[in-house]
């Protein structure tokens, strides 16, 4: 069985710790503290130092962590 070859545009874009921390409004050492404890989605590591976030898995984070509204 041929394996079809991935493009680009098969794969989901993947966010730099940094452009995560600023989307949430903390620093990048606050970002990594957090996954280091496990509170926030495991991000996708390759290479040797090589960590992006799915876009996906962070905005699901964020709608987990709001509080209902009191009425």
């Known amino acids: ?15 730099p ?5 600023e989307h949430l409004g903390v620093a990048e050492g606050t970002l990594r503290n957090w996954n280091s404890a496990g509170r926030v989605p495991a991000p996708v590591k ?3 130092s ?5 876009p996906d898995d962070a905005e699901e984070w964020v709608r987990d962590c709001r509080e209902p509204m009191l009425a």
């Open 46 to 48: 390759y290479g040797t």
């Open 17 to 21: 710790r940094r452009e995560v921390a």
């Open 1 to 15: 069985m041929a394996h079809k070859m991935l493009t680009k545009d098969d794969l989901p874009r993947l966010m």
């Open 50 to 54: 090589t960590v992006r976030y799915v």
